[in-house]
Every structure is written in structure tokens, then in C-alpha cells.
């Protein structure tokens, strides 16, 4: 069967390759060669002899990408691309810690390579005055020329906008990976079920707490362990819970931030009760993630708040402490108005631009975006992010199974995977991982699940100089006045007065500059 399935990729990819070299100068082999004019009939046409059409050059094309792992990979992956795609890649593979700083090195001198990848949300938002600046290609009403390009999600493209026009193209995301990882051999024995209300889960952490799940006879276990982060730990999902919009929301027709809302107040005060009441590690504004994570690890606390994906690293290090634990994933908690919503990202996690220094003409704009338009075929998508089955991966069924030697994976593939655009929601035909852990299984389902019930940050394309320069600083005062209340060292005066004094050193002013920019965005 693997031998079977290899044929049939190297026939599509040799397609691919074929398709690349017939096609025009123009569009970098996006449209099929033409047919010789019939003017004598059928049978006239069908005598008629002519030269085969000499193959294409490979098209050049330099890229910038992020490497994440420790070396730079081999070039197996790369050879079968150029193949497929008629190109001859120059890819300079910068270390993840250093890529903003390279990248900003070579935008400043002139010498970014055609395909720019940005490394995040932030990344992107830095370079939006440059992208004003004309800079960067647009290419916006070029996608739909492509079939593959055609199908990337509007929504994502429009949170990667700057004043309403694509330039991007984007690395596919999850656009909410959380919720709630529980012991749920704990919970059977204390006669719980999953939570489905923010009520519920209080009863849940409450048991963990109080009602000895451990068994050992000492009131030594927690039910919430928590971090030092308002986003990826536990708050924010939680407020989501409760109803707070995600990051900005709308109020009378006006955006205003998250914590003017009455809900983020709700979900600080619900926190509060779980300190006060030991439900939660008392310390968790200074933990760190491997403390915390180390807290459920180690059986001293029963439930995790974050990325349901972490249940399977999560899963493999409790059973090396206890055999005998089991964790289950659940993500619809409602809040007190019986309703479920879950904050989500913008949907992208890197994207590639495509610098006017380096690409300096609109038909070698559309030869780049060809190129990645077959990098989004199934069969490309398939081979830069798993590899060469029966070399990186089986399959059972129509399930991905990676080999074990992660060394190979990661010296073949893993890099890779950087270079990919799109994802499974925009690539027909894109491989699944086969998951051995039932919990991790459903976390998958669950995640899909989120999406039908996301909280969108509206103002992830919208644009605010005082946010860019000031909204870290800014946002310091607010992460350390939600801590104090939740630890009981001020009240709802002492938040207000918080709020306040943002208002007062530029939140208001970034409340305009969002407003006015929503205003221009309808």
C-alpha cells in the first residue's frame, strides 16, 4: 500500500512539475498552453505536426523563513518541490530567536529575499506604516486567479489587512484551542460529571479541594492550577465564559476594551472566590508554566485551563507519575446567561510578504504567488508538512501515523513546515494525525467544535499609532491592577482607578484612534 501510495504521489507531483513547465511566462504555469487554431477541420488537425514546446527554466524564487529547529534541514523536501513546482529555491533559514531582528536588518537595508515570511501577529503590526509606504505588493485582487490561493478564509485575510487590502498570505491556525483539561479519574470517583456552566466547574474545583479525590486521607490537593499569563492561562478563557468580548467590544456602537465590560469584573471576582477559598494555587500570578503544568503533573491539582492540545504531553508525563490517572478534555462551560463563547486568535499565525525591492515586477509577482498556489495542492501541502510516507510517516486508513525517530523528522520535514500556507480547513485533502490517546482525539473534535461559537477581536485589522507604540507599557497597568483584585489587594475603586490612569497615559487615545479606524473600516 505505501509502495502503492508513493507511485501515486510521484505521478502527481511529476503532474505538477509538467504543469510548471508548460505554463506561461505570465502566470508561472497557472494556465495550460494553447491549442493550435482549427481552421481546416478535425482531420486536418490531426496530420498537422509540431515541435514539442521546449521546457521552462526554472523560476528562481529566494525566500526568508523561520527556522525552529536547531539545524537547518536537509534538502530531500526541497528537491521534490523544485520538481514539482519548476522553481530553483533559495531559502535562507534564520534561528526562530533572532528572525524579527534579521528580518528588520535586511527590510532596512534593502535586501529582503521575494517571499518575506513575518514571524507573527506583532511582526506584522510593526510593518504596517512601511506596507502604507507602498513597500510591499498588494495582492489582494490577484488571489481569485489562482484555485488554491482562491480558497484561503476572507475572515483570516481580513484580519491580516492593513486600511482593508491583502498583502499577506497566511499560515493556517486553530482559532481556539481552549478549554478544559480535568482528572477525570478524580471526578468519577467524587460521582462528576464534565462542567457544563461556570457554576459546575466551581463545584468541580471545590470537590478537588475538599473531598480528599487523591484518596491519601490529607486534604493536599487543589482544584485550578494556574499561571502568570491573563491570556494563555486560565483568565481569559474563563471571561470568555463569562461574556467578555475578546480584547476590544463593541458598546452602543463605540469599541471600548475588554475590562470596561462589566463581565471582566465578573470573572475577577469569580477568580477571587477560588483564591480565597484555596481552590486555586495561591501564587499563580508569579508561576510559571512548567510549575503549573507541574501542579496536575504531580497529583496536586485536578484541572487546567488552556490549550486542549497540551493533554497529550500533559497525559504522558502524569501516567510516568501515576499510572493509574486519567484526563478528559471539555470546552462548552457556559456563563451565568446559559450562553457559551470562546475568544479566539485572528486565525494566522506567520505570513509572507512580498517586498517591491526584491520582486520588481507584477508578472514576477504572479510567477511567486503560482509557485505557492501549488503549495497549497494536497499534494505539496502533504509533502512539506509530513514528508515522504514510508520514510517520515505511515498511514492507516486515511490517518497520518509519524515514525518515532523524531531525528529524522526533524532533520527532513519539521523546517518545513514554515513554508506552508493555508491549512486544513483550505487544503482539500490534507492528512490528519491518527491520535493515540483517545483524550487527544477529542481535544481535536472539541477544537473544531470551538469554532462555532468564537469571539472575534474586532479590531485585528484595525490600526492604532498609539497602541503600537504604547499598548504594551499600557497594558502593564491593567495586567497588574486584575491581579491585585483577584488577590484582594484592591477593590472595584482601586480598579477604576486603574482604568483611569490608562485612560489618562493614552487609552483613550487609542480608544479614538481604534474608533476612527473601525469608523473608515464599515
Not at 491556525?173 to 478544559?180: A, D, E, H, I, V
Not at 509533502?383 to 525517530?405: N, T
Request: charged share 25%; with cysteine.
Amino acid at each position: 500500500m505505501a509502495n502503492k501510495r508513493a507511485s501515486m504521489l510521484l505521478a502527481a507531483l511529476t503532474a505538477l512539475a509538467v504543469t510548471a513547465g508548460c505554463g506561461s511566462a505570465s502566470t508561472g504555469g497557472s494556465e495550460a498552453p494553447e491549442q493550435p487554431a482549427n481552421n481546416a477541420g478535425a482531420g486536418a488537425q490531426a496530420e498537422t505536426k509540431t515541435e514539442p514546446e521546449a521546457p521552462k527554466e526554472p523560476f528562481k524564487l529566494s525566500i526568508m523563513a523561520n527556522l525552529h529547529t536547531p539545524e537547518v534541514p536537509s534538502d530531500k523536501i526541497e528537491k521534490l518541490v523544485e520538481e514539482a513546482t519548476n522553481t530553483e529555491l533559495d531559502i535562507q533559514w534564520v534561528p526562530d530567536g533572532t528572525y524579527d531582528e534579521k528580518m528588520n536588518a535586511s527590510f532596512a537595508t534593502g535586501t529582503l529575499p521575494q517571499a518575506t515570511y513575518i514571524k507573527n501577529q506583532t511582526s506584522l503590526i510593526m510593518l504596517r506604516d512601511a506596507i502604507r509606504n507602498n513597500q510591499f505588493w498588494e495582492i489582494g485582487p490577484l488571489l481569485e486567479q489562482y484555485p488554491n490561493l482562491s480558497k484561503l478564509n476572507p475572515e483570516v485575510l481580513k484580519n491580516t489587512s492593513v486600511d482593508g487590502k491583502i498583502y499577506a498570505l497566511y499560515q493556517e491556525r486553530p482559532l481556539s484551542r481552549q478549554g478544559l483539561i480535568y482528572r477525570k479519574d478524580w471526578a468519577d470517583k467524587l460521582g462528576l460529571s464534565a462542567p457544563t456552566n461556570v457554576d459546575e466547574l466551581y463545584a468541580m474545583l471545590k470537590a478537588f479541594a475538599e473531598n480528599d479525590p487523591d484518596g491519601n486521607g490529607a486534604k493536599d490537593t487543589i482544584g485550578l492550577t494556574d499561571r502568570s499569563d491573563l491570556v494563555y492561562g486560565a483568565f481569559k478563557s474563563v471571561s470568555s465564559w463569562f461574556g467578555t468580548p475578546n480584547g476590544w467590544g463593541e458598546s452602543e456602537g463605540k469599541l471600548a476594551p475588554e475590562f470596561m465590560f462589566p463581565q471582566y469584573m465578573e470573572t475577577m471576582k469569580y477568580i477571587k472566590k477560588l483564591h480565597e477559598e484555596g481552590l486555586i494555587n495561591q501564587d499563580f500570578p508569579v508561576t510559571s508554566k512548567t510549575d503549573q503544568q507541574n501542579l496536575l503533573i504531580t497529583g496536586k491539582a485536578g484541572a487546567y485551563i488552556g490549550s486542549m492540545a497540551d493533554v497529550v504531553s500533559l497525559d504522558s508525563k502524569i501516567t510516568d507519575v501515576n499510572p493509574n490517572a486519567l484526563l478528559d478534555v471539555q470546552n462548552q462551560i457556559s456563563g451565568p446567561d446559559g450562553k457559551f463563547g470562546i475568544w479566539a486568535i485572528p486565525g494566522y499565525g506567520s505570513v509572507v510578504l512580498f517586498p517591491k525591492s526584491a520582486v520588481k515586477s507584477e508578472d514576477e509577482l504572479k510567477n511567486i504567488l503560482a509557485f505557492y498556489d501549488k503549495l497549497m495542492s494536497p499534494e505539496l501541502a502533504n509533502l512539506i508538512y509530513w514528508g515522504v510516507e514510508g520514510e517520515h510517516y505511515a498511514m492507516e486508513g486515511d490517518k497520518v501515523v509519524p515514525i518515532e525517530d523524531t531525528k529524522i523528522t526533524d532533520r527532513d520535514v519539521k523546517p518545513y513546515q514554515a513554508l506552508q500556507i493555508g491549512g486544513i480547513s483550505t487544503i482539500d485533502g490534507f492528512f490528519e494525525a491518527k491520535h493515540l490517546l483517545p483524550a487527544k482525539e477529542k481535544a481535536e473534535q472539541l477544537i473544531v467544535d470551538n469554532n462555532k461559537y468564537l469571539i472575534h477581536d474586532p479590531t485585528a485589522p484595525l490600526d492604532s499609532a498609539t497602541f503600537t507604540q504604547d499598548g504594551v507599557r499600557l497594558q502593564e497597568l491593567i495586567k497588574d491592577a486584575t491581579y491585585k483584585f483577584m488577590l484582594g489587594d484592591i477593590d472595584e475603586a482601586g480598579f477604576q482607578a486603574a482604568i483611569d490612569t490608562w485612560l489618562k497615559q493614552g487609552g483613550q487615545k487609542i480608544i479614538d484612534e481604534f474608533n476612527a479606524s473601525y469608523a473608515q473600516a464599515k
